[in-house]
């Protein structure tokens, strides 16, 4: 993760080692994985060197570390266990659970399967958030996001928009997205399409307001001040989309077992259209927008899956 990540999430001050911690899934696009390249990384990466491990634990003893909170980093829970700190894992999916998938297409992806599904099965701790995916141990919490910042009324004023207007997010999460062509957009005069990654720098084309991939306006308020959300079925974007009651027109991840997860979650909970994965590519989807800005607005979710995480994490702690 980048350090401007943690800047703009965290209220209290941090120090950030620069560590690999996990591997994932590689992406050739924020739609599309690569399991070749993922076993590839994964065979540099894992087991890691007993050596390795002992100086991470040692480096958390220095620090006065008293406590590991690791989401499905599988080198996070074997260096709590090497500084023997209490660990607690939080996650909504695993990563032998992801695998599972790849593995007629990509075989040599089961031993890291199997090791990862070990460890995770073997965490003392472990709280899972919804939308959470598959059967294992752990006790369930509500949904994780980051909080926002500013009100939704701010955020338009921010981007230049008015509030009679409607405003429709693009967005592709966390992996850079070519978006192409953008000039049917245009077409449809009545809304604003502000776009994460559309541009290099921040500018206004019409209606569009293209913005960098590392947006200047805080991504969380900018779901919260849309009208309708566009994009990649991904747990942040889709658990901040349920925070605001907005509409949601997705995505799907075809090969990725956690987007069928997330469907049946938005479907359930938001005005939401399934676009098919090449839509962005086209223009038909254009045509569905006046229907699905139409549709009423939920009332929003409460989202409380970080104060449990905290307060679990004070329960671990104990006295200081």
């Known amino acids: 993760m980048p350090e401007w990540f943690f800047t703009e999430s965290l209220p209290c001050p941090f120090v950030r080692h620069a560590v690999v911690s996990d591997v994932g899934l590689v992406q050739r696009s924020a739609v599309e994985e690569d399991p070749a390249a993922t076993r590839e990384r994964l065979a540099a990466f894992w087991p890691p060197a007993p050596a390795a491990v002992d100086r991470l634990a040692a480096r958390l003893a220095d620090r006065g570390c008293r406590a590991v909170l690791t989401d499905i980093s599988p080198l996070g829970l074997v260096v709590g266990r090497a500084a023997g700190l ?16 790849y593995l007629a297409a990509e075989p040599g992806l089961a031993p890291f399967a199997a090791a990862f599904g070990a460890l995770y099965a073997d965490a003392p701790r472990r709280l899972r958030a919804e939308p959470f995916c598959g059967e294992a141990p752990g006790r369930p919490i509500s949904p994780i996001a ?19 207007r409607a405003l429709v997010l693009v967005s592709m999460g966390g992996v850079p997205w070519r978006f192409g062509d953008l000039t049917p957009w245009r077409r449809l005069g009545q809304v604003d399409f502000v776009v994460p990654g559309g541009a290099a720098a921040e500018r206004r084309e019409g209606n569009l307001l293209l913005l960098p991939h590392h947006t200047p306006v805080y991504h969380p308020d900018l779901v919260a001040a849309a009208d309708l959300v566009v994009g990649k079925l991904g747990y942040s ?84």
């Open 86 to 101: 209490p660990t607690l894992l939080v996650e909504s999916f695993t990563w032998e659970w992801i695998y599972a998938d």
């Open 146 to 164: 980051r909080p926002t910042r500013a009100t939704p009324a701010a955020t338009r004023a921010r981007l230049g928009i008015p509030p009679d």
């Open 237 to 320: 974007t889709v658990v901040e989309a349920a925070r605001a009651g907005t509409r949601f027109a997705y995505l799907p991840r075809p090969r990725f077992r956690e987007s069928e997860v997330l469907a049946a979650w938005v479907e359930a909970r938001l005005p939401a259209l399934r676009l098919a994965p090449e839509a962005l590519a086209g223009t038909a989807w254009l045509a569905t927008l006046p229907e699905l800005l139409a549709r009423p607005r939920p009332a929003p979710l409460p989202i409380r899956g970080a104060e449990e995480v905290a307060a679990e994490l004070a329960t671990l702690l104990g006295p200081a």
